[in-house]
């Protein structure tokens, strides 16, 4: 059975940073391409930034260039997101989720499985 399970959200200061993990299971982590996506309260899901299978390859979201880096532990079946300089505006919950071969997908019909999520607060 495929899982994604989320950690590292909590409640943050503007300017603040934090590193999100997704620890995977499953499934053969290192042939995959992963996303992380975010749902802020009351607005649709976004996409943040995507990884290729071996992690040479990576892709951000206009809002959050600069600020996040994506990367992956294949030897630790582990997805990361750091997340520095935060913005109330990041405030949302954030999901990693898999694609269905060894690119991102920037689209939800491009991936098969995503985890329940971890908050994050950006609130002074």
């Known amino acids: 059975e495929v899982q994604l399970v989320e950690s590292g959200g909590g409640l943050v200061q503007p300017g603040g940073s934090l590193r999100l993990s997704c620890a995977a299971s499953?499934?053969?982590?290192?042939?995959?391409?992963m996303s992380w996506v975010r749902q802020a309260p009351g607005k649709g899901l976004e996409w943040v930034s995507g990884?290729?299978?071996?992690?040479?390859?990576?892709s951000y979201g206009d809002s959050v260039k600069g600020r996040f880096t994506i990367s992956r532990d294949n030897a630790k079946n582990t997805l990361y997101l750091q997340m520095n300089s935060l913005k109330p505006e990041d405030t949302a919950v954030y999901s990693c989720?898999?694609?269905?071969?060894?690119?991102?997908?920037?689209?939800?019909?491009?991936?098969?499985?995503w985890g329940k999520g971890t908050l994050v607060n950006v609130s002074s």
């Open positions: 989720a898999k694609a269905y071969g060894g690119s991102w997908s920037v689209e939800t019909n491009g991936m098969d499985y």
């Open positions: 499953g499934f053969t982590f290192s042939r995959y391409g």
């Open positions: 990884i290729n299978s071996g992690g040479s390859s990576t």
